[in-house]
């Protein structure tokens, strides 16, 4: 199995900060990353495909990159909504898995 | 409108069975690979199976291999997840989702793309 070790576990931080969210898959998964984001009492939300592309609808602030084994997810200016739990996913092979989480409060 | 609508869950005692439902409307749901996601309560996301288009493949997480089933009716837009032998680890919420691929569903580049509200199963003696 592909473990997804993600990183940090919590983040506090303020509306304006920029913050990055680490991932590093146990082998080389080119670029089979997803990153999601869950809000309290709601289904998570896609706002990352394929390591970099960018899903429609979801802000620009939102980035972002990797390939191999370490890939990113940044947020270039924090905004009040974006207060939230994200999860990396591979998807390169079965079982497909999700990083633990990154929770993200305000500081 | 879009949407995936769980139902089914429930509380129940360790061994017994259940089974989950998920209704699909608003888009060609024969087109689509499905899944189920769960999420215990106040931890992370475990993707549980996938099964293709025409319910000929399916995959699972080797702790539910043997005693969950995943299926779906095409003449229904339904997706099931029959669930026996349940034990106090398989509580969480369960969702079922959409998967979209871009290329095709085997090539690593695809990613669920509608979810439901969930159906919360609990397994307590």
């Known amino acids: 199995d592909i473990h997804m070790t993600q990183s940090p576990s919590s983040l506090s931080a303020s509306v304006g900060d920029r913050v990055t969210i680490t991932c590093r898959a146990s082998?080389?998964?080119?670029?089979?990353v997803n990153w999601y984001q869950q809000k309290p009492g709601k289904a998570p939300k896609l706002l990352i495909s394929?390591?970099?592309s960018l899903q429609s609808g979801v802000p620009s602030r939102f980035s972002g990159a990797g390939s191999g084994t370490d890939f990113t997810l940044t947020i270039s200016s924090l905004q009040p909504e974006d207060f939230a739990t994200y999860y990396c996913q591979q998807i390169y092979s079965i079982p497909i898995t999700f990083g633990q989480g990154t929770r993200l409060e305000i500081k | 409108e879009v949407q995936l609508v769980e139902s089914g869950g429930g509380l129940v005692q360790p061994g017994e069975s259940l089974r989950l439902s998920c209704a699909a409307s608003g888009f060609i749901f024969n087109n689509h690979w499905m899944s189920w996601v769960r999420q215990a309560p106040g931890k992370g996301l475990e993707w549980v199976a996938n099964i293709n288009q025409q319910g000929s493949e399916k995959y699972y997480v080797d702790p539910v291999k043997g005693r969950f089933t995943i299926s779906r009716d095409n003449a229904e837009t339904s997706l099931h997840l029959q669930m026996n032998s349940l034990r106090a680890e398989d509580t969480a919420l369960y969702y079922c989702a959409r998967i979209f691929c871009t290329r095709n569903c085997y090539s690593g580049d695809w990613y669920f793309d509608l979810w439901g509200r969930g159906t919360l199963v609990v397994v307590s003696s």
């Open positions: 082998q080389n998964i080119i670029n089979s």
């Open positions: 394929l390591a970099s």
